[in-house]
């Protein structure tokens, strides 16, 4: 499906990017590529992660280090969240790891967090953390183009991947009407996200952001009908506690 999704939305955001204006810079384009560039490897890594060792591990791992890495970033760099808004960091790093997790099912053997899936882990979550970071680089002035060069960077990735891969196939029917669906939501998350990083501080809106698996969880649970175990309940209680305590800080 990124096969047809991705591209979707580099055009989506290259148009957004015309229409809005801003400066095209040496600074939207480089961070923008290297936004892009850390998007597609912590794609790659945290899908291979997932296809060779335990889901249970592998994703509320990436998940915490997603969140961590610009909270870090952030505080090295002196921002200062209040108490209140620290706390609910703390609270929000929990949940994502809660919300994150994936029961193992008894019947099937579990893959074994080998040390290439534990590097593989520890990068996709690194890179996707550094996504954060080099887009809030990205100079004011400049628009939306920072998020147009990114797709163009992370377009470039899949497409060299799935070459590789031998998987280079279009989607067609539903999944092709999905992708597209899915194009117009990640413009839309994309523009949001980029707004969010100039109105507030990296460790604040990066560690929100994280907490997107608790949406996930919701819709499964409203759509699919799915069930989920008690951590997930918790987590996604710990997340609205969180958000709580970030946006009152």
């Not at 499964?220 to 951590?231: D, F, N, Q, S, T």
Request: one cysteine or more; charged letters at 10%.
């Amino acid at each position: 499906m990124v096969l047809l999704s991705y591209p979707m939305t580099m055009l989506l955001l290259g148009g957004l990017a015309f229409g809005v204006g801003g400066t095209v810079s040496a600074g939207a384009i480089g961070w923008g590529l290297a936004c892009g560039v850390a998007l597609g490897l912590g794609g790659w890594w945290f899908y291979a992660a997932l296809g060779s060792g335990p889901i249970s591990v592998v994703s509320p791992l990436s998940a915490v280090l997603t969140a961590g890495v610009p909270v870090l970033v952030g505080l090295l760099e002196g921002e200062r969240p209040s108490r209140i808004a620290a706390a609910g960091i703390v609270l929000a790093l929990v949940a994502v790891v809660l919300v994150s997790r994936q029961a193992t099912d008894a019947d099937v053997k579990p893959h074994r967090f080998s040390p290439k899936v534990a590097w593989m882990t520890v990068g996709a979550g690194v890179a996707f953390g550094l996504n954060f970071v080099f887009i809030d680089r990205a100079p004011v002035d400049s628009g939306l183009w920072p998020l147009a060069f990114a797709r163009i960077a992370a377009v470039v990735l899949v497409f060299v991947f799935a070459t590789g891969a031998g998987e280079l196939r279009l989607p067609t029917g539903v999944p092709m009407r999905l992708a597209l669906l899915a194009a117009l939501l990640d413009t839309g998350a994309n523009v949001a996200m980029l707004l969010a990083m100039r109105g507030s501080e990296l460790s604040l809106v990066s560690v929100l952001i994280s907490l997107f698996p608790a949406v996930t969880v919701l819709l499964a649970i409203a759509v699919l009908r799915e069930r989920v175990h008690r951590a997930q309940v918790v987590g996604m209680l710990f997340a609205a506690v969180s958000v709580a305590m970030i946006t009152a800080g």
